[in-house]
């Protein structure tokens, strides 16, 4: 079969052993979980003693490294917690040895793939000092192959980066992943995982098949040696959450050779966006899983965008039917286009296919921070309701509610078969974004407080219509918010959060509460080991 390797970094191993036991310097270590402990120019001279790549605070490529890859640019401000070492490893053992480093010399680790994380909690602290951060964008390699329709593809690689290595293995296999180009696969996978496919061929987690972890002894674990509660856990319990996730393999899913796409406007004027929406949410998660339709709100106006596995002849019928369509939208053929699977992963994101393995965000991305927060609609919203909803975005033009339609495959999966558990019942996730530039001169530390407060007033007005007597308010772990406070955890996990509350922590005592606590415990669904940014 046809094999393909897109590799920005060094390529890893696939015939290399799969447990591996650290041996450099040590054979054991007593584990420290005490930052009274913690000795940072131990850390420092252990690291360089392995020749792991690593800057200091002080050296001129220490920020460079850090704020390369902070994509809220809120956090670059320099009142943001910053870490006293940035960790570049190279390869699976330098990962070992900067863990182990760690414990022995009481440096809690964070770690950082894409830096999406919206909090920043891959790379900044929040109530921990004298961290380290494990950068693993070195760590990038894609390894496709077509004959078993599976890739391996590494923690540091961006989506991007994952489609363009699948393209070039072939024209008729796709992943189920984000539309964010630049998201690292580590903490997107770690999470769940959503995007245009999710209807047909469900999350991103839902399609991993195999992984190699590093826990906090420095050992190097597959699937099998991990034990399925900890393969369980990894896939939706939270990036980092059980240890250093290096590598994933991936079940790929079949593509037609057209894909069809369109991008629909509705002005509000007359209330029209506000009726599109209204029906939309009932139609867009009931259409047939082929078709993804994603509703962006913004400016007084709603905007449709489609990915559909088939051909415009085939996509027109389905949208425009009276009875069971979306009428609203006034789709007409010249709206359609049809290209390859490949080809609509660019274009919605604007793009080209080149752009897909760059690494660097767009003007407006790079140069706004952004407050966020998600909700998961389990019944219709009343027409009057989005009236209300337009109306409170009037005033706030970079206020942006982005509406995502589950149903098709999310409703056929268990709730339990991963830590991810919004699927059957939710109609569609609803994620409130507001943006200001960081830039903006102002000098009282209040820059974003007015969108920020947005919202949060925005939060607080959809409670009624995002929870009910049978299911508390959800949220999604990949869309970290701290304003939910210490009771975060039954809105990530819902019911699981109980359910297998002790199945997770059964894991972290096994293999990490006798190791070093890296990472925020406040935000760890069982406290364990690390935080891994997307």
């Given amino acids: 079969g046809v094999v393909a390797t897109i590799s920005m970094a060094k390529r890893f191993n696939l015939a290399a052993p799969l447990l591996l036991t650290l041996t450099f310097l040590f054979s054991s270590c007593s584990m420290i979980s005490s930052s009274s402990q913690a000795s940072p120019a131990g850390f420092l001279q252990c690291l360089t003693k392995a020749n792991i790549s690593v800057f200091e605070q002080g050296e001129d490529l220490f920020n460079t490294q850090l704020d390369k ?66 950068d693993m964008s070195e760590l990038r390699t894609v390894v496709v192959d077509n004959q078993t329709s599976t890739a391996w593809v590494e923690s540091g690689a961006t989506l991007g980066e994952l489609y363009y290595a699948i393209s070039k293995a072939s024209d008729l296999l796709g992943f189920p992943a984000g539309v964010c180009l630049t998201v690292g696969v580590g903490g997107h996978f770690s999470g769940g995982g959503f995007g245009t496919l999710m209807r047909k061929h469900g999350l991103a987690v839902g399609n991993v098949i195999d992984a190699e972890l590093v826990d906090a002894n420095g050992t190097l674990l597959n699937k099998t040696t991990m034990g399925d509660d900890v393969f369980w856990a990894i896939r939706g319990g939270g990036g980092g959450s059980f240890g250093v996730v290096l590598k994933w393999q991936v079940r790929l ?52 965008r489609a990915v559909f596995l088939g051909t415009c002849d085939a996509l027109l019928p389905l949208v425009m039917s009276r009875s069971d369509g979306i009428p609203e939208l006034n789709l007409r053929r010249s709206d359609c286009k049809e290209m390859t699977w490949i080809e609509s992963v660019a274009y919605v994101n604007n793009a080209t296919v080149e752009d897909l393995t760059k690494r660097t965000t767009s003007e407006f991305d790079s140069s706004n921070g952004f407050k966020a927060t ?67 001169g102002d000098e009282s530390g209040n820059a974003g407080a007015v969108q920020s407060k947005w919202v949060r007033d925005m939060y607080a007005f959809m409670s009624p219509y995002v929870s009910s007597n049978s299911k508390s308010r959800g949220a999604y772990f990949n869309c970290r918010d701290l304003d939910l406070g210490p009771d975060w955890g039954p809105k990530y996990f819902n019911s699981l959060f109980g359910k297998h509350l002790g199945r997770g922590m059964g894991v972290c005592t096994r293999m990490f509460m006798k190791g070093l606590v890296m990472g925020s415990r406040f935000l760890l669904p069982f406290p364990c080991l690390v935080y891994d940014g997307n």
Wanted: with cysteine; charged share 15%; aromatic share 10%.
């Fill in 374 to 440: 998600t909700d998961y609609v389990r019944r219709p919203i009343r027409r009057e309701v989005w009236a209300k909803i337009f109306n409170k975005q009037l005033g706030q033009p970079n206020a942006q509610i982005v509406l995502v339609p589950y149903g098709g495959r999310m409703s056929n999966v268990k709730e339990d078969a991963t830590p991810f558990p919004h699927r059957a019942g939710v109609m569609y996730s609803m994620q409130l974004y507001n943006y200001w530039p960081v830039d903006s």
């Fill in 69 to 134: 890859y902070i994509r809220n640019p809120k956090f670059l401000a320099n009142t943001t917690g910053r870490p006293l070492y940035v960790v570049m490893p190279a390869n699976a053992h330098h990962v070992q040895i900067a863990v182990r480093c760690g414990s022995l010399n009481g440096v809690p680790l964070r770690v950082r793939s894409g830096g999406h994380d919206y909090e920043g909690l891959s790379y900044r602290s929040v109530g921990i000092e004298g961290f380290a951060m494990l």
């Fill in 253 to 304: 899913v079949p593509v037609p050779a057209t894909v069809s796409v369109f991008k629909v406007s509705v002005s509000n004027s007359q209330g029209a966006a506000v009726q599109a929406v209204t029906k939309w949410q009932k139609v867009a998660p009931a259409l047939p899983e082929e078709l993804y339709i994603r509703a962006l709100v913004q400016n007084d106006m709603a905007v449709f």
